[in-house]
């Protein structure tokens, strides 16, 4: 059972246009993080989203944590080809568990 | 500072045979964790060690044993390798395991391929 559903699971766009990926669950949590992960490498941790209605900007990127601590968004402006990448959202549990979801894969044509 | 190294990166196995997974972090972390990514699936967790002395099954740990020979490495074994293992093995370290939503540092993967 996957506990945090990702979509859409892959999303093309051109280079300088918007894009809003999302994170859905039923379960709430006591944080949610984004990583970003390349071809061949490990995630990176890009953010960490605690309390509910938070919003956190990370240069072009900005994250929200829904309002019940369920879901997230994640929103690129103007996105760049170095964007590229598989977006995956992990909700954190006890002992700083993860549970990730499947990931949304971008791909940012120039 | 290397951060969170994993050997091998490529192991082809047959069905049957036995492998250990090493993973280093030098970042002084207390906590360290085993994870397995397969396509369509996401990352799931195998196993993990909240601190030193102490390991905790995940989500998938059927087939796997973990060893924490000390703060600094987390060991992976598979006993007797089956097909349904062939996956891309991360793993990760944390500074601590407190369900504070601590960062977690990955190392590269270890592409394994069970024949």
């Known amino acids: ?24 669950s039923s379960s709430v949590f006591s944080s949610l993080q984004w990583y ?12 960490t989203v605690v309390t509910g209605g938070e919003v956190k900007k990370l240069k072009r990127l900005t ?30 549990r006890g002992n700083n ?11 940012v044509i120039p | 500072n290397a951060g969170v190294t994993q050997t091998p990166k490529f192991q082809v196995l047959k069905t ?3 492998m250990t997974l090493q993973c280093a972090q030098d970042m002084n972390h ?3 964790y085993w994870y397995r990514q397969d396509p369509g699936m996401g990352l799931r967790l195998i196993y993990y060690s909240a601190s030193e002395g102490t390991t905790d099954k995940g989500e998938v740990p059927n087939g796997y044993n973990v060893s924490r020979l000390n703060k600094r490495e987390f060991s992976l074994r598979l006993e007797s390798a089956a097909p349904s293992q062939t996956s891309v093995y991360f793993c990760a370290s944390s500074r601590m395991g407190t369900g504070a939503g601590d960062t977690q540092y990955f ?3 270890t592409r394994l391929t069970v024949l």
Request: glycine share 14%; proline share 6%; net charge negative.
């Open chain 2, 30 to 32: 207390n906590s360290m």
């Open chain 1, 1 to 24: 059972t996957q506990l945090l559903e990702q979509s859409p699971q892959f999303l093309s766009i051109q280079e300088g246009e918007n894009l809003t990926v999302y994170c859905n």
């Open chain 1, 63 to 92: 994250f929200q944590f829904g309002d019940a601590r369920k879901d997230s968004s994640l929103h690129i402006t103007a996105a760049q080809p170095g964007d590229t990448g598989l977006y995956l959202c992990a909700g954190v």
């Open chain 1, 97 to 107: 568990r993860l549970a990730f979801g499947k990931g949304n894969q971008v791909v």
């Open chain 2, 16 to 18: 049957g045979q036995s």
């Open chain 2, 107 to 109: 190392g590269p993967g």
């Open chain 1, 36 to 47: 970003r992960q390349e071809p061949g490498e490990g995630p990176v941790l890009l953010v």
